[in-house]
């Protein structure tokens, strides 16, 4: 099974190869006639090195935004997580009622509305409270998400048997020692998947940064679209700086997985 696997692996990164060498063939090719401006992405042109280190240069806030994000997202999450699992019936509500309502909200207007609400809000209320872009759209995408995250923590702490609660209970332990040490850590073995797919949405989901004024990927591919006039050559770059992200983060998430044994091929 092991050997199967490797070989596996090996097939998908060929493919993979596969892929990127004949998407750099077809770029190549249209280059050479028709009405194709393959070469404001050009790195053997001047004007299009200068393009591409462009475009490159909203990695950063790209990642940095979905990163806290993601941090803040899972934190929310499990806060709101908690209170789903009491068996008090107020707490439930709680719960329920964050997670259909958040859940409900389409994320571009939930960004303006904290972009351009929430200062208002602050206004009303005395507070000289200003939101700029990139925390506009970290709130947002954080609280978007949190629904979601919540939902996942708390069908991966259900799925604990009860049976390691009590017998954390037996050997003297609380609550919230039960949960660090017992629940939480066998919980996150198993929703890790569904949490990388979570940070891979709000990486993506990032994207609608840009309608607030946020230079990342997204914003910069726009401006050079404005100024070059090449939305397809632009955008597939776009496409493909987006592709890397995942294809990274997908890697570490794996590599993630072996080392916490949540991938059960390995056992």
Known sequence: MITSAIIGSRRHRLVGLLVIMAVMATLSGCGAGGNWGWYVVDPTNPSGWV???????????TILLSI???????????????????ERRGLRLINRVYVEVVR????????????????????????????????????????????FTAEIFRAG?????????EA??????NYLQTMRY???PQAIRRILPPLANQFIYIVKMSAFAS?????????????LVVTEYRP???YTVLILEYLVLVLIISQGVRWLERKMGADERQR
Request: hydrophobic share 55%.
């Open 104 to 147: 409900a909200i389409p994320l571009l207007p939930m960004l303006f509305w904290v972009f351009y609400g929430l200062p208002q809000i602050f206004k009303a209320l005395g507070l000289d409270i200003t939101i700029n872009p990139f925390w506009g759209a970290v709130i947002t995408l954080a609280l978007s998400d949190s629904a």
């Open 168 to 173: 954390a209970q037996t050997v003297g332990l």
């Open 51 to 61: 393009n591409l280190k462009f475009l490159a240069g909203g990695f950063a806030s």
């Open 182 to 184: 017992v629940i939480l």
């Open 68 to 86: 806290i994000a993601a941090i803040s997202s899972i934190t929310i999450g499990l806060l709101i997580a908690l209170p789903g699992l009491s």
């Open 232 to 234: 397809l050559e632009i």
């Open 157 to 165: 702490i259900q799925s604990i048997g009860r049976g390691q609660s």
């Open 211 to 223: 309608v607030i004024g946020m230079q990342e990927l997204t914003r910069r591919a726009n401006e």
